[in-house]
């Protein structure tokens, strides 16, 4: 058979192997749909439901968190789900709004015109799509644990406060962190005292029910259970993870039984609430703003730092959570991938007037632990909130803002992460600057806060590669100086500082000896500077020695004119060295 047909054979056997890895890498759903079953439609179904009771009340609170007509927050909670269903590496994550996200939005997507957060929706889109084609998810490695801590406690400090004013029933109070502080405090004699009744009625009602949740007697499944003892449970454990939903329909119950006596002030409201399902059509880029016409590129200007800062908060937020639970639950899920997943549900969200969406830790927790079996799960939330959207909207005016406010500060209080604090302490407390640094910053304003924790991070990193540690040890008359860790250009002339310190001492050592047992690698430049200092110690007719030289840099050191007799013989040096003082005592 001739070269070209053997080839051309090889080939027709190869291509439907390589086009079924990349359908199945690029649409996992290929990968777990064909073995699809009954029982696992059956747990997908009660897990999606189970989370949809969840988001459609947390969709409610989180867009008056961004500053939206509640509508928006259920606007946001069901395309993401179906996309993900066919993108997605997770099988517990899902996708919506979240407080992080709804605050980032508050902030940068100017609210108050709601196409400004739609056109951010989709340039989040299209900037998390290209930085998944772009195999840039390893971005997020420079965003240690530290500055991912210190930024979530201080926005869940903002957020919670953020909440106040809705609890107390205050309005016209500014979003800004400090003046948001000041003019609460300021406004603190306007507190209304059925609102302020009912938040504080919802919180306890609220943290009373997630308690109950977490008692062991619920989480315990026990083998003698009786069936009616095995339906309490399940019962108890589904109160618990409706109580968002709970408290809602009861405060909206509350509201309206007094609306409807004519009582029309009790309870603050929402202002306007379009009923019904959102429009499809494409995001506005191009529209009217402060009595002018904004251009694309203008839109994109007023966007400013939000068009970074998002995309970058969204993957952060939402490839943590997808990798917390893939450890769990023993699987494994593509950075790259999802951030493609993420990059095409929020440009198709941003259709269907959505602000942009990422993975919800809560949700995925209730997904995780009502037993989702595949992706799927999250058509049947997006259902959910659809039937919400299409039935229940007129109803959503008589919910009052306090009893949101109390779900919102209920269910971000968890995120406050002062348990790791200890931890960094005893491991290594340097690591609580970059941490600190993020976490007072972002009171100020949160990009300064994540990028000066990141600078500060990134200084403290680089100070290892300027400085590396160099132990000075006396090995009989020799000096030995021990290089810990790799030695690169920015660091070599802090070693060669060290050996011109020792050759300078009174009296000089007969000889010194560079230990490079844990060095694994060297550069061009460090080479020269060996070379430099070895040419020094000659003139000062004090020898050099190494030991403990790995191949790899013993190849590059030969091959740039260093002795090939001078390396590794540091440690018979010594051994020499030792002996020789051993004869001399004795003597």
Known sequence: MSCSALQGKCLEHCHPHMLKGYLKKRFPITAWLPEYSLKTLQ??????????????????????????????GLYSAFLGCFVYCFLGTSKDITLGPTAIMSLMVSAYGKPEEPQFVVALTL????????????????VVNFISIPIVSGFTTSATIIIAFSQIKDLLGLENIPRQFAKNVYYTFKNLGLTRKWDITLGIICILFLVTLRKIGRLQWVKQKDSSDSKWMKAAKKTVWLISISRNALIVLIAGLVSSSFFKHGHTDIFTLPKH???GLPPIQAPALSFRYENSTLTPAEVLKELGPGLAVIPLIGFLESIAIAKAFARKNRYTVDASQELIALGIANCLSSFVSSYPVTGSFSRTAVNAQSGVATPAGGIFTGAVVLLALG?????????????????????????????????????????????????????????????????????????????????????????LLKVHGNLNYPGVEHVTNEVQAVAIADPPPPGIVLDFSVVTSIDYTVTQSLLTVLEDMDNKRIPIFFTGVQDNVRDMMVNSGIDPG???QGTQVIVDSINSLEVIAQS
């Open 43 to 72: 747990c997908d179904i009660i897990a999606g439901l189970s989370v949809g009771l969840m988001v459609v009340p947390q969709g409610l609170a989180y867009a008056q968190l961004a500053g939206l007509p509640p509508q928006y």
């Open 123 to 138: 340039f989040t889109g299209v900037i998390l799509l290209s930085m998944g084609l772009l195999r840039l998810g390893f």
């Open 273 to 275: 609430i379009d009923p």
């Open 391 to 479: 039935v229940l909207t007129p109803s959503f005016k008589y919910i009052p803002k306090a009893s949101l406010a109390a779900l919102i500060m209920s269910s971000v209080v968890t995120m406050i992460e002062y348990h790791i604090i200890p931890s960094i302490w005893k491991v290594r407390r340097i690591d609580l600057v970059p941490l600190a640094v993020t976490f007072f910053g972002c009171f100020y304003d949160i990009e300064v806060g994540i990028l000066t924790g990141i600078v500060v991070a990134l200084c403290i990193l680089l100070y290892q590669v300027v400085w590396p540690s160099v132990q000075k040890i006396s090995r009989g008359d020799y000096v």
């Open 566 to 568: 001078i390396i590794n």
